[in-house]
Every structure is written in C-alpha cells, then in structure tokens.
C-alpha cells in the first residue's frame, strides 16, 4: 500500500472521509449518526470499510494519517483561483489530560479536564478540540507538544495533579504551539476534603486565562502583521486592540477592521457583535448627537451576528447592549441572560447585566453581576465599567461613601472614559467629599470643557430619584 498519506485518503468517498474526520475528532457513532442523520449501524459499517480502505486499525493510526495529510496540504503550493473557498481561520486549543500521581482522585482531574473544554466551547471564541481526540492520544503516550502538533492547534493546555499529604495541588500552563512558549501558568492547591468542591472555582479560573490569554496572543499577532496581510480573524482580533483604546479615532479603526472581517468572512459573528460595540460607543459616548442612528445601525449588526451564530454569547450580548440603548429594557436583560446561560464564562454578558441593573432595575443583584464578571476576568478591558457599574448600583442603594469608593477605582483605571470620572464626582460630593469631587471635576473640563450633568444623565437611564440627586450634586460642584 502507499504511503503518501493523499493518496490513501483519496480512496475514501466523500461521506467516507466526513466520517472519519468526525471519528478522529472525538465524536461517537451516536453522534455521527445523530448529526448526519444515519443510523449508528450504518456508521460502524462506513468505518469498516474506512479502516479496510486505508490499511489502519485504530482511532489514533487513523488520527495521524488525516493529520500527516494536512500537513502535507498546508505545505503544497497552490495558485490562487476564484474556484477556491478560503476556510475561515479560527485560534484552536486542545486540552490534555493532566498527569496525576499516585492517590489522587482520578475524578477531580478527569471532570476538570471535561469542564473546561465544554466551558471554552460555549465561549465560541475559539477551536476546542473535543475530549475523545486528547484522551486518544494521551492513551497511546502522545502528548504535549507531539500531540499538539497532530492535532494542528495553536496551544494546548496541560497540568499535573499530585497529591501532599491532605492536599491537592495542581499545576496548569497554556503553551503556544508555533514556538513552544509557555503563556500562562498557574498553580491551585486546595485541601483534598475540598477538592471537588472547588472544582467550579478552578475551572473559571482556568477557562478566563486560557480564553484572555489566546485572545491577547492572537491581538498582538495581528498587530505585528502589515494591515493588507490581515485575514478575518486577524482583522477582528486587530479591532479589538483599537476597540479597547475607548477613543474615536480608535473607534473608527475598529469599524473599519470588524467590517473587513465580516467581508471576508461572513459567517463570522463574533466580527459583528464587534462592529456592533463601535456603534454603541458612538450612541454612548463619542457621538452622542447620533445616537439614533448609531442605535439603529448597533441593533443592525447585532441582528447579523445572531444570524450568523445564535448560540454565540457575544452576539446576545450585542444585542442586549443594543435593545438597552433604544430603551427596550427588558427585551435587553432577556438578551443578556441568554448570553450568560449559554456560556457562564462570558464575562461581558456578567458584566452588562450589571451596567444594566445597576441604573434602574435590582441594584443588589448589579453588585452581584458586577463581582462575578470581575472574578471571572479580573484584568478585563472594561473593569472601568464593572467598578462604575457596582458603583452606581451602591449610589443608588444609598451607600454613597463606599460608591464614592468604587467609583475612585474605576476612574483609575488607565481608559476610563468621561462618564466613568463623572460618576466618581457625583458619587464623592454626595458623600460629603467636595475636595476630592473638584479634583474629578477638574479632570473633567480639561478632558471635554462643555460637559454638564445633562450630558450624563443622556447617556445613562436613571430613574427620576436618582436623577434628581445626581443634578442636586452636580449643583454643588458646578456641572449644571
């Protein structure tokens, strides 16, 4: 038989080959046969003949010839022709098996690896290899950096489990594949007694980095590449780095890259619950006299990014964002709910839940939504927003010095946008600290000199008590 890896898959047919990519990749043959809308039997038999045709005789043979192919593929020049399909790039990541030591639990580390892989799954954000194709590998002795290289992912994540007299202690690093380079790593140790109690806790923490820290990798990447070079995804990561800026110029770069992305790519919801964000920035904050049209044209694309993918987190999250600026309230809490129970890591639909509640529906919970998303990503891009948000929901709960408080942290923050120091001044003078609120005030006119509290109060959606007190304020340090 040959040994060129094209020419042995070449044999297959066409649902012969979709059958044995899907069996190498993890899934079962209830799955395949739910998915492709056969019966189980009919799967064993293709897979039969796929083992006879291809001369393998298990799982993991099987896996190394379609990775051997691919690589092979990937290696071949092929002139460009409008006859080729570009494939959407996407970051991938495996996680591996972590090694344990005699004595330990083998539940703790085998439902820890299982929970983040469904965790970052159901962030969307990314390729997760499923749990059948690292097991596989790791049975038959491949691991780490092999078996990151036959599963062609960008990183992969691996740990240790051992166990010291009566605790547990665990290792996690998250490897970039190209150049071997260790990104992250973390150590966890807990009481054995608590171990399995702890093991939401961990997996948060784990699925947060790992998720934070691919999504920074991939934005400086895409930084460093010439901007014509640039595809979907290294668009879109590139627009987050201008997004996070929370200037207009940066905005307006963001625009331009997310629309690029979804040109490119569209399929590409994430790309669209983007775009959607830098119209929402214009109605909030940059462009305030469109907001309307900025209203309209950020429920535009958050409407595309749900028909691109319904059960991507971020594109509720958009559209709940959206709905809250035109002012459908509770049509934007549903959303957001949504984006949550579909991935309880989404630490943006936490933290909007917050924002949202914070201003007028059940401040107690905003303070809940707002320490979650910060726990959840505690160097976030927007923690000026979860600080503000658990800010205003104190102000509005009448705890006005520990509001003043919060609100000092979140104007610390180094892109604190003017509403966020705004709030840190009304917050300070109804506390009784007009020194420091002047300070804010200060800052204020140097940062936008006609700014007044009806500006504010526009972009916000406070009831009428808490408007009142918030001009009785503005009073005082003169911002009227």
């Keep these: 038989m040959t040994h060129d890896p094209a020419t042995r898959l070449a044999q297959l047919s066409r649902r012969e080959h979709e059958i044995a990519v899907a069996y190498s ?6 799955e395949i046969a739910t998915r492709l809308f056969l019966a189980p039997s009919t799967v064993r038999t293709h897979l039969s003949a796929i083992y006879r045709k291809l001369g393998v005789s298990s799982k993991i043979e099987l896996l190394r010839l379609l990775a051997a192919s691919a690589v092979a593929e990937a290696a071949a020049p092929v002139a460009p022709g409008p006859e080729l399909a570009a494939v959407p790039h996407r970051a991938s990541v495996a996680i591996m098996p972590l090694s344990q030591s005699s004595g330990d639990p083998g539940s703790f580390a085998g439902g820890l690896v299982q929970d983040i892989i469904t965790r970052l799954a159901k962030l969307r954000s990314m390729r997760v290899i499923a749990r059948g194709s690292t097991f596989a590998l790791a049975e038959h002795g491949i691991v780490d950096g ?15 489990v051992r166990c010291q007299g009566e605790r547990i202690v665990l290792v996690v690093e998250l490897t970039e594949t190209r150049n071997a380079q260790i990104i992250w790593a973390h150590d966890f140790e807990y009481k054995a007694a608590d171990a399995l109690l702890a093991l939401d806790d961990i997996g948060d923490r ?10 920074i990798a991939e934005r400086n990447r895409a930084l460093l590449k010439p901007p014509h070079s640039l595809d979907a995804w290294e668009s879109f990561h590139r627009g987050l780095w201008h997004m996070y800026r929370f200037s207009g110029p940066d905005n307006e770069h963001a625009h331009t890259l997310f629309r690029r992305a979804v040109t490119m790519d569209p399929t590409f919801s994430r790309a669209y619950a983007g775009l959607s964000f830098t119209h929402f920035q214009n109605a909030f904050l940059l462009h305030p006299e469109h907001r309307d049209r900025e209203i309209g044209l950020a429920l535009d694309a958050a409407g595309e990014s749900l028909v691109a993918d319904n059960h991507d987190p971020a594109a509720h999250w958009a559209m709940g964002r959206a709905l809250w600026l035109q002012g459908s309230e509770d049509q934007a809490v549903a959303e957001l709910e949504t984006s949550v129970q579909l991935s ?3 630490a943006f639909g936490h933290y909007t839940l917050a924002f949202v509640r914070s201003q007028s529906g059940d401040a107690q919970a905003a303070i809940g939504s707002a320490d979650h998303s910060r726990h959840l990503s505690p160097f976030d891009p927007l923690l000026f927003g979860m600080l503000g948000s658990r800010a205003m929901a104190l102000f509005r709960l009448g705890a006005y010095d520990e509001a003043a408080d919060w609100a000092i942290r979140a104007a610390a923050r180094p892109n604190a946008h003017i509403h966020i120091h705004a709030i840190a001044a009304h917050c300070l003078v109804t506390a009784g600290r007009l020194e420091e609120a002047r300070q804010y005030v200060s800052f204020i006119r140097k940062m936008l000199p006609e700014y007044r509290v009806d500006d504010f109060l526009k972009a916000f959606r406070f009831p009428p008590d808490t408007q009142a007190l918030f001009r009785k304020a503005a009073k005082q340090i003169g911002m009227t």
Excluded: M
């Excluded at 092999?146 to 240790?160: H, K, M, P």
């Excluded at 784990?206 to 999504?215: K, S």
């Design 344 to 346: 309880p890591n989404f």
């Design 206 to 215: 784990i699925v947060t980095a790992v998720a934070t820290e691919i999504e």
């Design 146 to 160: 092999e078996a990151a290289d036959l599963l062609q992912v960008d990183y992969f994540v691996t740990g240790s």
């Design 25 to 30: 990749e993890g899934e079962s043959h209830k």
